[in-house]
């Protein structure tokens, strides 16, 4: 019942508590006490801040800041995918952009001339491969 009303965790909080892993680890290899105090204290604010978050009876403001966070989120998210999926089918496919629309195509990697129609804006045209 404690939890009831409250915000709970999102992708923000989520995202803040990874961020505060990777500091704490490199807190774990730095040796002057200086920059080791300045992740520690940073570490602590952005799990305080998740906390705050998740416990906020706030409801509507918490999914305003998680809806902003998205927007910057997603494509970022997309794109990282993308070059994954890229990387991952570099044998297999080619992708390249069409010229008309500046959609991503995957076209078969087979050498020779090939004509494309762009899924998007349905125009026609010549890829050499």
Known sequence: M???GRYGMD???GC???VAGILWLVNLF?????PSLVLWATES??????VVRSLSRNI???ALENRRFQKIYHPVRDW???QIRKFKERKEYKYLKCPFCKAQLRVRNQKGDHGVRCPKCRKEFRVKI
């Open 2 to 4: 404690f939890m009831q």
């Open 11 to 13: 992708s923000l909080n």
């Open 45 to 50: 604010g952005l799990v305080a801040l998740a």
């Open 60 to 62: 509507n403001m918490r």
């Open 16 to 18: 803040i508590l990874i």
């Open 80 to 82: 990282v995918q993308l």
């Open 30 to 34: 730095v040796r002057p006490w200086v």
